[in-house]
């Protein structure tokens, strides 16, 4: 059927208009999925996003029903927004679509509470069916992912990346790094003190076992909480 539940399932009809807000730093792509959104009826694109920041502030301005959000965006990434789309519009309903396919992408979006997960090789009816399934209150993941969600299951849902053990907003400090920001840049993006930033960066490399800015940066490409598209 090419689609796993990540829990039960809600026994409620898809809107009569679907809310959708995309989330992508590529304005083709952005405006290609537009273009087949339109074509299926009954879907209405009501927000686009270049990035996590911004998909959390339509999220609040729009009420989406369903977010469609790439995971490799700037400044805040896709999988690090979830939890903010969930604070700020809890009945909003996340479907990663990500060219990733590895499980720690995939397990860390369930984790952060993603409805779906689909691949941007998706048939454009697969689209549509994982936009209605999701807006009425089910799950759907792409075939090539669901089975890593089976095997954490098998394993009793136990473990957990490096990601996992940092805090938010660590995590967004590390991206922010990663992405070449200077401390002070990093500061004023996040509103806090230079000395703040210097301690988050302090904190990662003692709980990463990394000793300087270019360790962290390497941690970060290879987890893939920034993409590496040079």
Same mark, same amino acid.
Request: no cysteine; aromatic share 4%; proline share 3%.
């Given at each position: 059927?090419?689609w796993?539940?990540?829990?039960l399932? =809600?026994?409620?009809?898809?809107? +009569?208009?679907i809310?959708?807000?995309? %989330?992508?730093?590529?304005? &083709?792509? !952005? /405006?290609?999925?537009?273009?087949?959104?339109?074509?299926?009826g009954?879907?209405?694109?009501?927000g686009?996003?270049?990035?996590g920041h911004?998909?959390?502030?339509?999220?609040a301005?729009?009420?989406?029903h369903?977010?469609?959000?790439?995971?490799g965006?700037?400044?805040?990434n896709?999988?690090?927004?979830?939890?903010?789309?969930?604070?700020?519009?809890p009945?909003?309903?996340?479907?990663?679509l990500?060219?990733?396919?590895?499980e720690?992408?995939?397990?860390? =979006?369930?984790?952060?509470g993603? +409805?779906?997960y689909?691949l941007?090789? %998706?048939?454009?009816?697969? &689209?549509? !069916? /994982?936009?209605?399934?999701?807006?009425?209150?089910?799950?759907?993941?792409?075939?090539?992912?669901s089975?890593y969600v089976?095997?954490?299951?098998?394993?009793?849902?136990?473990?957990g990346?490096?990601?996992?053990?940092?805090?938010?907003?660590?995590?967004?400090?590390?991206?922010?790094?990663?992405?070449?920001?200077?401390?002070?840049?990093?500061a004023?993006?996040?509103?806090v003190?230079?000395?703040?930033?210097?301690?988050?960066?302090?904190?990662?490399?003692e709980?990463?076992?990394?000793?300087?800015?270019?360790?962290?940066?390497?941690?970060?490409?290879?987890r893939?909480?920034?993409?590496?598209?040079?």
């Open positions: 059927m090419g796993y539940s990540l829990g399932m =809600a026994d409620r009809p898809a809107p +009569a208009t809310r959708v807000v995309i %989330a992508d730093d590529h304005d &083709l792509f !952005r /405006a290609g999925v537009r273009g087949l959104l339109r074509s299926f009954g879907i209405e694109v009501v686009e996003a270049a990035d911004e998909a959390v502030a339509l999220t301005t729009h009420r989406p369903v977010l469609l959000m790439d995971i965006m700037p400044g805040l896709g999988i690090e927004a979830i939890a903010r789309v969930r604070a700020v519009m009945a909003s309903r996340v479907i990663i990500s060219m990733h396919t590895g720690e992408h995939v397990m860390r =979006a369930i984790k952060a993603a +409805a779906g689909l941007k090789n %998706a048939q454009p009816d697969e &689209l549509e !069916r /994982a936009i209605r399934q999701v807006a009425r209150g089910e799950s759907y993941l792409s075939p090539a992912v089975k089976v095997q954490s299951y098998a394993r009793g849902g136990h473990g990346s490096e990601l996992e053990r940092l805090t938010p907003r660590q995590r967004e400090v590390l991206q922010l790094i990663a992405e070449g920001y200077t401390t002070k840049a990093i004023a993006r996040l509103k003190s230079v000395k703040t930033v210097e301690t988050h960066r302090a904190q990662l490399m709980r990463l076992n990394i000793r300087d800015v270019v360790g962290l940066v390497r941690f970060a490409l290879r893939g909480l920034v993409d590496n598209e040079a």
